[in-house]
């Protein structure tokens, strides 16, 4: 079976909400792997949202907003730019590669760049591949099982 | 009536919370007083045999300190969890994972190899390694196998309460000793369970005496790199200070005498991940729209990862380097 | 103050004591002519023109000088007797004698019944010596820079030593009072450039701001006026019947409380400069649609009439649609307003000349009511249409100069031919492009401008007047181009959407904003500089930061940007999309 990528999208209400919504309204059809948390604005993306999505199994991650200068919020778009900068930082020290996050400003009118920003980045996911979290939960039966192997 | 039977217990720690706690001074007689102290292998010569044998819930409260990063550990706290009512995680290690859980930025093969092969330090041409089981004439020696990924306590087993800081310090230990004697002398209820005891709600900037104002950060500097102000906040000066991001109850210590937070205290109630948090309020302030400028500004933080979990790894969102 | 009464051609009239005769006459409305007289200065008696007739008690007469005679209590002036024509009639021909027969001169003597002076008239010269450009330059603009030089028959006017004088602050005042046009200013009297707005005169002291201004009161230049230069003149606050002249007032800066704004700044006109191929800038015949419209004006400085240049009428008139507007290079988008106020010019060129019209169009956008039709009358004017943008404006040629001074070169498209159009004018309809300061402005409000500039209302379709922050109001081509009609509209829902707030007497929030809990702020102060609405403000008794729930939009920024988790985004709480997360994830 082929893989299928599972990303979470964050998507800023007044711009890419509603161009993700235009998409829809004007019929596009783009991969269905992208499954979107509204915000009001991508200024409210906090980077324990995308380290929580990655812990929580996703294999990507897409933020989107307005373009700069179009921001609702005069420059919530830009503290995200920073926020997501740092946030790749901190992917890369984690051993996930940062191309696994991304950024991309789709504004209300642009339905199609959002239908072409998730396909493109659900085949750059596919190409990744699959995060398998290595050793994240704690299973005591495993522990045990090891700890028994290397006993007397 | 028989005294409560206090046990304290290091895993995976340096030793520092055992010194914190002598460093009560005269208090130490009022816990010797009022307390069975029936187990503490850094300071007296205790068996765990003898805690084997003891009844289950026999120890009243059990200050556990240092992660659980070997079998041993493992195996200790889970009897410790048997024979205790209270169990609490004290200090940063146990509580979050702390410094031995940066080993979580590697891995064990790693590490192995740094120690008994490449270190600079070692004895030319001696690349012993140890093994968990090595037979000589009088039997099989057994050493507790190293684990890969270093757990703090609440992930291995229930938890009462915690103690956070590296170490907790001395005066926050006293008060919660008063309080515990209090509690068991006086019949009091106990706080519920999850409570971080010694430390308040909010964060380091709380206690912390500088100037605080509005902060635009041009270039991140370490701490080195300047002569301190000594009445701005140090962030304002451009360092990067986990204050904002760490839970109270130090008395920021660090910051007054100019260098700036560490994190040890651990992130406050409300965040998940004291470094994810640390991290975007420090891109917030960055003094930048523009991107190119913004990676050249990060660019000088030294070691993001390290200073953002110094303390917190083991306990982190993601807990581990992925490969 | 003492009256004296006395009596003018028989009428009796009450002046103060120690006024002159000329001025009691004047307000009795008698005719007196005057060549040196300057009502705001010490009369001077020069020119001896305004000679009269006194008599006294005991019978006694004499001709005086009406400027600056006293009255007197009992005096009897006559103006029009034999002897007063007689004694003028001699002044006059002794002024003439020096002077050539400048027209003020010659329609005295025409009223004096002079048909040849008894002495020879001066040929060249045209000063009368009358004093009066030094004495205003004196007393008036006091900046002494005029003085008699020489004496006898050699007696003129000039600055010291004939030279370029430093002291003179080139006001005018002496060229504007000279009776006989002897000193000129022939700078300041030159062409007015079309595109400058209307003054009362040019490079007048006082002036109105622009036309239609509110309030419609005129106000002082402070560089063009003689009082803030030398200290003296002052004669508009002598003229101003109601005292009204304030040389103390300054702009000063009044703080109003409102319940809401309504923003109509309005929109800048494209500036075609940088695109060299029109040649805006170079030939003077090419200008913008602005500059045409103020040449329209019939109080404009052309008084209405379609001129080049040189004053003559254009014979064909080229107009340029899209300068500025649909180009890549400039404005992607359409201006909406300039097909219809470029067939206006056509109408407007067709109805004041008899010249050709060019339109030169990418499309022909007359989507309003009553637009269509107004195309089609203009097609029926006999207005040439001609699809393809035009290409580029050069001289012409010496073979076309019979038809034009300036070649337009295009590509017809409904025919497919490429095209050279020879005409005299061309007017470049430019786009409306947002205010040049709108970014900072609408940062003052809180509001943000889109890429283009204009200011972006809080929703296209449901709140076209709103904007993010609550009570900011936007009307007009501020928010994106748009023609008169248009704007009304948007100006009214404005000021009703306005009404509706301040009659309300309350105000409706919207429920997702940000709260700081108390207990878990420290007040890092990381979170004060976040709020685009600088809703968040330090408490320094509780030394926590706090949120002013009217200000807050609910973007969240500052919720990502609090290191301690103490600010909660209401409806967007960390738990609510933490448990997002894991849901679509689960």
Redesign the interface.
Known sequence: MSFEPRIVGFLCNWCSYTGADLAGTARMKYAPNVMTVRVMCTGRVDPGFVLDSFRAGADGVLVCGCHFGDCHYVEGNHKCMRRIAITKRILKGMGIQPERLRLEWVSASEGARFQEVVNSFTEEIRGLGPIRLKEWAFVPEQVEAAAAAHGE | MAKPKLAIYWAASCGGCDIAILDIEGKILEVADFFDLVFWPCAMDFKYDDVRKMQDKEITLTLFNGAIRS?EN??IAKLLREKSVVLCAFGSCASEGCIPGLAN?TDKQTIMDYVYKTSPSLEPGNDVVPQ??VKVPEG?L?I??L???V?TLP??VDVDYIIPGCPPQSNQIAAVIDAVVDILKNGKPLPPKGTVLGAS??????ECKRQ?????IKKFIRPFEIVTDPEI?L?EQGMVCL???TR?GCGAKCVAAGVPCRGCYGL??????Q????????????D??D?AE??RI?DTVAD??GT?YRFSLPS???????? | MDKAKITIDGQQIEVDDGSYVLEAAKSLGIEIPTLCYYPYMVPYAACRICCVEAHGAGGWSKIVTACNYPVWDGLEIFTDTPRVINARRTNLEMLMANCAPVPVLQRLAEQLGITEPRWKTGSNYTCILCGLCVRICDEVVGAHALAFINRGAKRDVSTPFQLDSESCILCGACAKHCPTGYIKMEEIENRYIVHQEMNLSPNAAITLPFRQAVPNVPQIVRENCIHFKTGGCMVCAKVCPKDCIEYGDRPNFEEVEVGAVVIATGFDSFDPTPMKQYGYGKYPNVISSEEFEVMNNAAGPTGGKIVMENGAEPRAIAILHCIGSRDHDYHKYCSRVCCMYSLKFSHLVKEKTSAEVYQLYIDMRSFGKGYEEFYSRILDEGVNVIRGKAAEVVPSGYRQHEEGHLIVRCEDTLIGKYREIPVDMVILSTALEARRDAKEFGRKFNISTGADGWFIEAHPKLAPVSTTTEGIFLAGACQGAKDIPDAVAQGGAAAAQAMKLMAQGEVMMDAAYAVIDEAFCSGCKMCNDMCPYTAISFDDAKKVSVVNSALCKGCGTCVAACPAGAIMARHFTDEQIYAQIEGILA
């Open positions: 079998d493992y195996e930025f968990t089981n099989t057994h507790p196998n684990w890969n990924t757990r992930q291995v709600d909010k964060c380091c900037c709380d605080r104002n509005v902060k635009k906040c962030m204050g904002p991001a109270s406050p109630s409300n965040i998940r991940d470094g994810a948090s640390m991290a975007s309020a420090l891109a917030s302030v960055i930048s729209i991107e913004v990676e990060l993001p990862l953002f982190s969102m993601l807990r581990r380097v992925q490969q």
